[in-house]
């Protein structure tokens, strides 16, 4: 059985600099997940991306577990695995002989990986590509970004909303064509469609572009991909609808 912990984290910003937000979603072993969220007035994309990240490793710092954290930053997995190195020897000053921009992140975030001992690992999955806990964080970042506080999940796996898979090619859903948009009824063999619920208002969406739309932001919206009428009768009860 596997008793890794895993985290998928994301940061949004409404303009560079601007209001931001951040997110993460943490899946611990026992079968449990919580969504973490905030925001920053100003700030920048790269600190919301790193504020995720702090805020998740803060808050299994006290679990003795193997950590696996994802994020679509380059810059965030770059600066902790490796730049940071160069930064330290060199007092905090870039190669250009600059300081270093968001050091009060960069320390706090590698304090918390140190403390770790070895058992963190990062991980990059392609933001806006369908994996579906990257986009849980999207949409629980960019909420925060608008100042909208989104319900957090704290609760069983099995209630989430979304599939808990590791990011794989497997994984993600294919751009829709241009004009497609929502429908009626997707057959299964098209690949999946995706269902939203906001406000009580189920809607059925061909790709993620026209679910994301419409959940995005608002407080308390539900989404799943799901691959049959099965399958969303089964999420639907699950969302007690």
Not at 13 to 42: Q, Y
Not at 139 to 145: G, L, Y
Not at 225 to 231: L, T, Y
Request: charged fraction near 25%; glycine fraction near 14%; hydrophobic fraction near 35%.
């Amino acid at each position: 059985m596997d008793k890794t912990i895993f985290i998928y984290c994301d940061g949004a910003c409404s303009g560079n600099p601007g209001p931001g937000g951040w997110a993460a979603v943490i899946i611990f072993p026992e079968g449990r997940v919580l969504e973490l969220g905030g925001g920053e007035r100003p700030s920048t994309n790269n600190r919301m991306e790193m504020l995720g990240a702090i805020a998740a490793l803060s808050a299994v710092q006290d679990r003795p577990e193997p950590v696996k954290l994802y994020t679509d930053s380059g810059l965030l997995i770059n600066g902790i695995t490796g730049w940071i190195h160069g930064w330290t020897r060199k007092d905090w000053v870039t190669a250009g002989g600059k300081p270093v921009v968001n050091r009060d992140l960069w320390e706090r975030l590698d304090s918390l990986a140190r403390a770790r001992k070895g058992r963190l690992a990062w991980g990059h999955v392609k933001g806006h590509a369908g994996h579906e806990i990257n986009e849980r964080c999207d949409v629980i970042a960019v909420a925060f970004s608008k100042g909208v506080k989104p319900a957090l999940y704290e609760g069983p796996a099995v209630g989430c909303g979304y599939s808990l898979l590791e990011p794989g090619a497997g994984h993600l859903h294919k751009p829709a064509p241009r004009g497609k948009a929502s429908f009626s009824r997707p057959k299964p063999k098209a690949g999946g469609y995706y269902i939203s619920l906001v406000e009580g208002r189920l809607e059925r969406h061909a790709a993620w572009p026209q679910c994301q739309g419409r959940v995005s932001g608002v407080s308390g919206a539900r989404f799943k991909k799901v691959a049959s009428a099965e399958e969303e009768r089964e999420v639907l009860k699950l969302w007690g609808v």
